[in-house]
């Protein structure tokens, strides 16, 4: 059989963004914050060191054909470094919470925050 090559068009992109916009399905609308600074992998299922925050539901919205964005604030419980941030497809619960998908994951360097500081998080996600 000969090697097949495949691209992924930018209908099929905006297709999957639809079907993610569908209210039937567990919207990935939920932030939530964590003091983790190990770097991201694929099979991450939650974010390394989630913080007592709830999870806070963002607003979602369509921000081109090819694009989700997530946008949210959090307000910090009291002092720490904030180092990792991730989008979930569920509130979860406890404290620290867990439960959810975790969609997508981000990690930087320190970012300290103190009690009743507001952290505004962005998460685009783009098809390419």
Known sequence: ???????????GEEFCVDKL???S???PKYIGQG???TA???GDINLQTPATEARVTGTLTEGAADKIQVVGVIVADGSKIIKEFGLFDAPGSGSPPS???LICRYTWTDFP???TD???????????
């Open 1 to 11: 059989m000969p090697q097949l090559s495949s691209i992924f068009t930018q209908k």
């Open 21 to 23: 916009l569908e209210t």
């Open 25 to 27: 399905q567990n919207l």
């Open 35 to 37: 003091t983790g600074g």
């Open 40 to 42: 991201g992998a694929k």
């Open 99 to 101: 439960g959810g998908n």
């Open 113 to 115: 925050v103190e009690a």
């Open 118 to 128: 507001e952290v505004e998080y962005t998460c685009t996600l783009e098809f390419q």
